[in-house]
């Protein structure tokens, strides 16, 4: 059946960034183990799920994921920030101006009741492409204490870090969620 087990309970991640910082590739390398081959820029919101076990029982992991830019019906907003478990900022590594946004969208989940009670995580994404970096690590983890943050670096598109040791193994996808 379609229906999910009676004792399954489902934790709702956020995944917030502006457009374009990988925040569907990510979702859907956690979800489905792989970078995906080409993705469409996302309309409105979508979900991906997964099954993960901890401490023996079955937990769905719904990762929400929106169209960074665009500007959502004030009902389809409400709907996206209620019951949320955690919320995922991400910027991309190589691109100074996502990093400059992040302030902004928290902002926006402080407004919707997201603050420092709800566990929140800072993601810079694409650090697979090293030699293009704009945000360093340094003022990335400024940023992070500042909002009381874990800071992780990774990547959606390279696998881990032994390939080509371009991410710190604790910066893992899987370590993220
Ligand atoms: P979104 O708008 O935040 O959902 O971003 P997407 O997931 O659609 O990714 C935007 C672009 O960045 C796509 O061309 C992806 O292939 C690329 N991309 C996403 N993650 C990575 C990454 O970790 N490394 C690299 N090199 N490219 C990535
Ligand atoms: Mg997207």
């Not at 399954?8 to 792989?34: E, H, N, P, W, Y």
């Not at 994404?125 to 983890?141: F, H, I, P, R």
Request: glycine share 6%; charged share 25%; proline share 5%.
């Amino acid at each position: 059946s379609a229906l999910p087990p009676p004792r399954t309970r489902i934790f709702k991640i956020i995944v917030i960034g502006d457009s374009g910082v990988g925040k569907t590739c990510l979702t859907f390398r956690f979800c489905a183990g792989r970078f995906p081959e080409k993705t469409e820029a996302t309309i409105g919101v979508d979900f991906r799920e997964r099954l993960v076990e901890i401490d023996g029982e079955k937990i769905k992991i719904q990762l929400w994921d929106t169209a960074g830019q665009e500007r959502f019906r004030k009902s389809m907003v409400q709907h996206y920030y209620r019951n949320v478990h955690a919320v995922v900022f991400v910027y991309d590594v190589t691109n100074t101006a996502s990093f400059r946004s992040l302030p902004a969208w928290i902002e926006e989940c402080k407004q919707h009741a997201l603050g420092t009670e709800v566990p929140r995580i800072l993601v810079g994404n694409k650090c697979d492409l090293q030699d293009s970096v704009q945000v360093g690590t340094d003022v990335a983890q400024q940023f992070a204490d500042t909002h009381s943050m874990p800071l992780f670096e990774t990547s959606a598109k390279s696998p881990n870090s032994l390939g080509d040791g371009s991410c710190r193994d604790s910066d893992h996808v899987e370590a993220i969620f």
